[in-house]
């Protein structure tokens, strides 16, 4: 039963000429699937609908082949064509009461267009971003206005057809309407730039442009971004205040608004959003990876927003609504912040998620974040071991006693968690505990598995449970000879005493003092955190990369900048672009990747983190008995899980352990998964 406190979070609330249910907002945010995985998609945000989100957008939808923003996967609405795709998500968003939202998109100078080789149309001819390749954005004149203007109105035409109940204009993350509304962008000379009404103009016409088109059959909103730092982006939203239908909410800074747990906590865009509200009679939404209803209660109740704004959150747990709903509050998958979701998006395939396993699987795989079905099975092929309680082996038991087996979790450690258990403990990682803790609690719910804290398991002791199945998530360890992306062989001295292993700090059993040298070609969030620890504890630390920047599969993440940043504020000596080569007793040599210049290092111990070697001693030794007296036991009955099947992400781990406990003698039979493809049309000629 639900708590009263938050029935404030169940109100209807009017937007326009429509109605949302309640007060759960899933803003649009990128998926990875867009116009290229349109079922995919569409199941996926069905699966949100059916959890209880009262409205379920789409991520960027391009109006016009000129906003193409390949290889990144988006939605678009260029003809009639596309209508068809698109139908698919409303119905599934419709099929369980809530509404579809469509964002319009119109790129700007922060496109490529590699797909379709249209120049992009921007402010001013300013090369493509991000390293893409030497190529600069066309000039925008007044006949690109008036066709930005008619590809709009026709998207948004073409949205009410498919079916979308809120269409919006979007003015903001750098794109094109950003960079009109932006004086440092803005240099036009005519009634398009100069004054802060002239370069709010073509964001004025669009919102009323758009209002014509769905002529009343749908909302109309507007994402726009305002910061307290920044007093005309309020003079800004005030002269628009009261024309869209909703105002959907963020600050200019992406590194803030997407930011990784680990920099910014729950409800950072809230006050941002306060003071804009105070200025508008429209509905107010805006994000702030919200987790605790409790927070979303007073946010409502404060005035800072009208409704509960997520993407993050969404991704989590599909189901949070109904969970609140229900009152099963210790049923929420909370989001940890890791930012798993967004790096996938950013190299073009479906996201995932550390917590939620089943996210992008709805479709080519069948899977539901909350329904798992009963084995099946006879009781006498209904036991399974799972040795090791790290978060493979803990989802594996989870998803299992849900399947209706009786399940023994036998972890060698007096505390579960794993990995997951030590990088928590790092600074800034505290929310990552959460996947542990929330399996935790759903195991203490569920009757038929035991948990056996402190069982180091041999072989023997593996073949004395007689379990019908065992899934053995024994895990990784950080290596020391330094083999791994830079270095194909051990290098000199990998075996002096001064050479410790990542684990022996992660799990402090090496006393820390003295200087360090990581040697980091690991790329992301471990070595810049560990040189945080061993600094906090004392140690000066020298960190060295064989690549330009630290941390540099964190820029997937959005965290590389700010891990840089806190780096060089910590005073920690950065070596990019080096590569471990040798050591002795008391220095390290290391050298340049492109002179193969030596630079000697001081030094007490050095970290080399670099891979991890799986831990499947276990696993061979128990093929080998059983080999000699049950080979059909050994061929399907003992299987590898987690990182010590194939070290990984710890999402990696999570959904290796649900894969595993979904699949495991399923009486059913295992659907494969699906592929997905755009929908195909016919061009008239041959």
């Known amino acids: 039963m639900r708590d009263p406190r938050y029935d404030v979070l169940f109100e209807p609330v009017a937007i326009g000429p429509v109605i949302a249910p309640n007060r759960f907002y899933q803003v649009p945010h990128c998926t990875g699937m867009g116009r290229q995985r349109p079922h995919t998609l569409a199941a996926m ?3 949100k609908a059916e959890g209880g989100w009262g409205v379920v957008c789409t991520e960027y ?28 998500m409303t119905d599934a968003v419709h099929a ?55 590809w709009h109105r026709d998207a948004a035409k073409r949205a009410v057809t498919a079916g979308f109940d809120i269409v919006y204009v979007y003015a903001t993350h750098e794109y094109l309407l950003a960079e009109f509304l932006d004086a440092k962008t803005n240099t036009r000379t005519d009634e398009y730039g100069g004054s802060l009404t002239n370069r709010l103009r073509l964001t004025r016409e669009l919102i009323e442009i758009t209002l014509e088109a769905v002529a009343g059959k749908a909302a109309v909103a507007t994402r726009f971004s305002v ?77 800072k927003q009208d409704l509960i704004g997520a993407a993050r959150p969404s991704i989590a747990d599909p189901f949070m609504p109904n969970k609140i709903k229900e009152g099963r509050l210790d049923d929420i998958r909370e989001c940890i912040g890791c930012n798993v979701c967004y790096a996938h998006d950013s190299i073009g395939v479906s996201l995932r998620c550390t917590q939620n396993p089943t996210f992008g699987e709805e479709w080519r795989r069948g899977w539901h974040p909350e329904v798992i079905h009963q084995t099946g099975n006879s009781a006498k092929e209904n036991k399974a071991l799972i040795v090791g309680a790290g978060p493979a082996g803990l989802e594996a038991a989870r998803v299992l006693g849900e399947r209706g087996f009786e399940v023994m979790l036998a972890e060698a450690r007096k505390t579960p968690g794993g990995r997951v258990t030590f990088e928590s403990r790092l600074p800034g990682l505290s929310e990552w505990a959460r996947v542990r803790d929330w399996r935790l609690t759903q195991l203490r719910k569920n009757h038929k598995v035991g948990l056996f804290p402190d069982s180091m398991m041999t072989a023997d002791d593996v073949m004395d449970c007689k379990a019908d199945y065992v899934l053995l998530a024994t895990g990784a360890d950080w290596t020391t000879d330094g083999i791994g992306r830079s270095l194909q062989e051990p290098f000199a001295g990998h075996d002096n005493k001064n050479v410790i292993s990542a684990d022996a700090l992660l799990q402090d059993t090496h006393k820390i003092a003295g200087r360090y040298l990581i040697f980091d070609d690991d790329h992301y969030y471990l070595g810049p955190l560990l040189a945080k620890k061993l600094q906090a504890a004392g140690a000066t630390v020298t960190i060295v990369c064989p690549e330009g920047r630290i941390c540099s599969w964190g820029e997937r993440t959005n965290e590389q900048y700010a891990n840089n940043v806190e780096l060089y504020n910590s005073g920690a000596t950065i070596l990019t672009n080096h590569t471990l080569h040798s050591c002795d007793s008391n220095s390290a040599t290391v050298t340049c990747v492109y ?34 007296s049950r080979p059909e036991y050994a061929n399907n009955r003992v299987i590898t899980i987690g990182d010590c099947h194939a070290p990984g992400l710890i999402a990696t781990a999570v959904y290796s352990g649900y894969k595993a406990a979904i699949e495991l003698s399923s009486t059913n039979k295992i659907r494969a998964p699906l592929r997905d493809l755009p929908l195909a049309t016919w061009p008239d000629h041959q």
């Open 61 to 88: 939808c391009s109006i016009h082949p000129s906003s193409d923003d390949s290889s990144f996967p988006f939605a678009t609405l260029w003809d009639n064509d596309d209508i068809r795709a698109n139908a698919l």
């Open 595 to 628: 002179s193969e210049k030596p630079t000697t290092v001081e030094i007490d111990w050095i970290v080399p983190l670099t891979r991890r070697s799986p831990n499947d001693e276990l696993y061979t030794q128990l093929q080998n008995l059983l080999r000699q």
């Open 96 to 150: 369980h009461g809530a509404l579809a939202g469509v964002e319009l998109w119109v790129g700007g100078s922060s496109v490529a267009n590699h797909d379709t080789r249209l120049p992009a149309i921007g402010l001013q001819s300013t090369p493509s971003p991000d390293g893409f390749e030497p190529l600069q954005s066309k000039r925008i004149d007044r006949r690109d206005i008036d066709n930005i203007k008619c």
């Open 45 to 47: 945000r069905g699966i």
């Open 227 to 303: 910061d307290l730092d920044d007093s005309e982006s309020y003079d800004a939203f005030a002269q628009l205040a009261d024309l869209p239908d909703l105002w959907d909410l963020t600050v200019n800074d992406y590194d803030v608004e997407m930011a990784a747990s680990r920099f910014h906590g729950e409800g950072v865009v809230a006050n941002h959003a306060a003071r804009a509200r105070s200025l508008t009679t429209k509905p107010v939404v805006c994000v702030g990876r919200y987790t605790s209803p409790d927070t979303m209660v007073s946010m409502i109740k404060k005035g």
